[in-house]
C-alpha cells in the first residue's frame, strides 16, 4: 500500500510563514498530481493547491501570490510554502496524490495522508 505523510504544520502569527512537506511511500511505479487541501471547523474540505508530474500548478484563489506548491519526483514528495499567512488560512492541511500508479499494477489510485493542523493566529 502507499502512505503519505505530512510534516511542517503548527502555529504562527498572521503574517508569518510555513513550510509543509508530505512523502509518499510504498511500492509506487508513478504518480500524476500531488496536491493540498484544507478543512477548516465547519467548512468543506477545499483545494489549495495542485500539481502534475510534469509541473504544471493550479492554486486556489484565495492562495495565488502567497502559497507555492513545488514537488521532487524522485522523493515521491509535494512541498507547500504558505507566506503573508491569514487567520482565515487555518485549517487542517491534507497531502493528496491522484492517479498513483503501484508497480505491477495498472489501475490508477487516489491516496490521502491524515492531515496537519495550521494555525495562524491575529
Known amino acids: 500500500q502507499v502512505q503519505l505523510v505530512e510534516s511542517g504544520g503548527g502555529l504562527v502569527q498572521a503574517g508569518g510563514s510555513l513550510r509543509l512537506s508530505c512523502g509518499a511511500s510504498g511500492s509506487i511505479f508513478s504518480i500524476n498530481a500531488m496536491g493540498w487541501y484544507r478543512q477548516a471547523p465547519g467548512k468543506q474540505r477545499e483545494l489549495v493547491a495542485s500539481i502534475t508530474s510534469g509541473g504544471s500548478t493550479n492554486y486556489a484563489d484565495s492562495v495565488k501570490g502567497r502559497f507555492t506548491i513545488s514537488r521532487d519526483n524522485a522523493k515521491n514528495t509535494v512541498y507547500l510554502q504558505m507566506n503573508s499567512l491569514k487567520p482565515e488560512d487555518t485549517a487542517v492541511y491534507y497531502c493528496?496524490?491522484?492517479?498513483?500508479?503501484?508497480?505491477?499494477?495498472?489501475?490508477?489510485?487516489?491516496?490521502w495522508g491524515r492531515g496537519t493542523q495550521v494555525t495562524v493566529s491575529s
Open positions: 493528496n496524490a491522484d492517479g498513483v500508479r503501484l508497480t505491477g499494477i495498472s489501475v490508477l489510485y487516489r491516496y
